[in-house]
């Protein structure tokens, strides 16, 4: 009992335990190679693994780095013999099971080094490249010129130039009129309409016009002003799109309000729900739902055949354009200070309704904001994050488009105005 009790006691991070878990991250690893008939299975797999968690433990990094050469040296006899094998796909197959097996090897001094969420990320990741093969490589063949450079110019956007911006933020403006911009807030809106453009692209090549109803919900929980830029960028490509342009943002607008009604009833159990705010962002909701419904016909087959997935230049362009309704109203807010929390939320939701939303559920629960305070501050958010993505329409080229935009919201605040007074009376 006493020798059981020793073995229960021994921590998760000896040595024991991380070759043992080097083991069968190896194992894992080499499944598909084992399912595939690969000379390099589930055993060479894990025995490379183990020889990696083995070596890194010993310390000694002319050992760990003798390691390395040899499975190098192994993967390479591999892929010679593939390279002179007759068949094409075999020699492929050889040159991924060379490289997986090097992946073995890392996956081994990973976990003997204590990184072991960093292994198993490796290892899971590296297994579904290898069951996917198929999948992929139909995807990539697929792909035509025009999205592989989109795909390119995403990449850039937001893992080139994002990561190069400085995190903090800088004062714009003189005097009393400054406020903050924080360069990357404004980037990562240009990379997220990029973004929301490329998940519309495939979604809409798949299912058609009610893929645009799809991005227009899910994208707006994320951004609902993005999708402004992503429809503008699609009816510019196809016109003949703009009614289901406009139901996506109707949808937005929908996602928008669910989101902060949940905000506002999630985290006002302690202190009090503030169901004040349930009717109006109900209406919202509900409006926005039944004229997308009524604005696209969902039922008509019509062509999408868009012409890539995002445009470089009008996500900048847009981009520039957030970055202006960004500073327009940080001075608009720092010029009427306290004149009135309402303006400044008001203001906050031209940006992000979520943030004023959060910042006056946040004053509620802390008792510096009573709930009728918190439920209009939150309401004005609303309303102001549905006037601006209309207003950020009339920036495209299609003035029908933006009309059409700025009609239906407008009919939506009002309807939501007139049932929230009834209701209310």
Known sequence: MSSVAQFASIPLDTEVLQITLAGVLGLFLGLEREWSHKSAGVRTFSLISILGAAFTVLGSAPLVVLGGVLVIVQGALLAVRGLLAEEEEEEGLSLTTSMSMLMAYGVGTLVASGLVLEAV?????????????????????????????????????????????????????????????????????????????????????????????????????????????????HVKQRPAVSSYAVAAILLADAAMAARNLVIALLFTFETGLLLGAVVPLGAVILGSVAIAAYTADWTENLDMDLESPFSMRNVLGFGGLFLIVVVAGGLAAAQFGRLGFYVTAALTGLVSSAGATTSAVILYRGGGLSGEAAVLAILLATASSIVVKAGLTFAGPDREFAVKTATVSTVLLVAAGVVTAVVTM
Do not use: C
């Open 121 to 233: 990320t490796v290892t899971v990741f590296s297994a579904l490249l290898l069951v996917l093969k198929r999948e992929l490589h139909s995807f990539a063949w697929g792909m035509t010129r025009t999205e592989l450079r989109s795909a390119a110019e995403f990449a850039i956007l937001a893992f080139v130039i994002y990561p190069l911006l400085p995190a903090g933020s800088f004062d714009v403006g003189a005097g009393n009129l400054v406020v903050a911009v924080e360069p990357r807030v404004i980037w990562l809106m240009v990379v997220t309409v990029a973004g929301i453009g490329i998940v519309n692209y495939a979604i809409v090549q798949t299912y058609g016009s009610r893929g645009i109803a799809v991005t227009g919900f899910f994208g707006g929980l994320a951004s609902s002003t993005a999708v402004v830029g992503a429809m503008l960028d």
